[in-house]
């Protein structure tokens, strides 16, 4: 089926990416032309908002700073509300390549996915990431394989697709704190197929990661528990 078929939107959450931001929409308007965006500026304080209205960048300035879960779904609620068939998650700090869109999306256009997760383990290609956190990441696709039976290598990867489905559930649901995860078993739980392709992924582009070595720990035992406690909400209707 024809790309061409399907009204697509990328969902990109924005902190603090004044030095990447205009480097990120450009690269994405030449490597994938037939998709729509929105940039989702969560409270930044330094000069995100002012690039994206001084460069007419489609964005939505959120009121209060949500953090990462709460930007993501505020993107998914855009889509959904707009009457998008695939949203794809793409980080605002130049880390995804957006020349990997066609091949995220593509399984869910052949209908072989509903969720779709770029993972940058299945070939080993690009920024693996830091040994440490190598380790936190194995950790946790072991602890999502044993809470819901479902293996995902790149469990973190905030790189992913879905389908209109899933739009419509994580629009209604989203984990607010690191979410990616918690994410997952909420698609398992609500029937969703699941398949990783593989995608290459660079260092940030400029800027400092808002998770340092601490936070990392913080991480680390925060989704821990909730992979542990996470209770399923299935499928309801967003109003």
Excluded at 45 to 69: A, H, Q, W
Excluded at 122 to 141: A, D, M, P, Y
Excluded at 189 to 199: L, Q, S, T
Aim: aromatic share 8%.
């Amino acid at each position: 089926m024809s790309i061409r078929l399907f009204k697509i939107l990328v969902i990109i959450p924005a902190y603090n990416e004044e030095e990447n931001i205009i480097k990120v929409i450009d690269n994405l308007q030449r490597n994938a032309p037939e998709a729509d965006y929105v940039i989702i500026n969560d409270c930044s304080r330094d000069k995100t908002r002012e690039i994206c209205r001084e460069n007419s960048f489609n964005y939505i300035d959120l009121p209060v700073n949500l953090g990462i879960g709460g930007g993501v779904q505020a993107g998914y609620r855009y889509a959904l509300k707009n009457g998008y068939d695939i949203a794809i998650q793409h980080d605002g700090d130049g880390q995804h390549d957006p020349a990997c869109i066609k091949d995220v999306i593509s399984p869910i256009i052949d209908g072989q996915a509903d969720i779709v997760i770029g993972s940058r383990f299945v070939t080993g290609e690009g920024f693996q990431s830091t040994v440490l956190r190598r380790i936190g990441i194995n950790f946790l696709s072991g602890l999502v394989k044993l809470r819901c039976g479902v293996r995902v290598k790149d469990i973190t990867s905030g790189y992913r697709c879905v389908n209109r489905k899933f739009i419509e559930i994580y629009a209604s649901e989203y984990a607010q704190d690191y979410p990616e995860p918690e994410a997952i078993i909420s698609g398992v739980m609500n029937g969703a197929k699941i398949m990783e392709v593989p995608v290459v992924m660079h260092e940030r582009i400029g800027g400092t990661s808002s998770i340092s070595a601490w936070r990392s720990l913080y991480y680390m035992i925060k989704v821990s528990m909730a992979i542990i406690m996470y209770r399923p909400t299935l499928t309801r209707r967003y109003k």
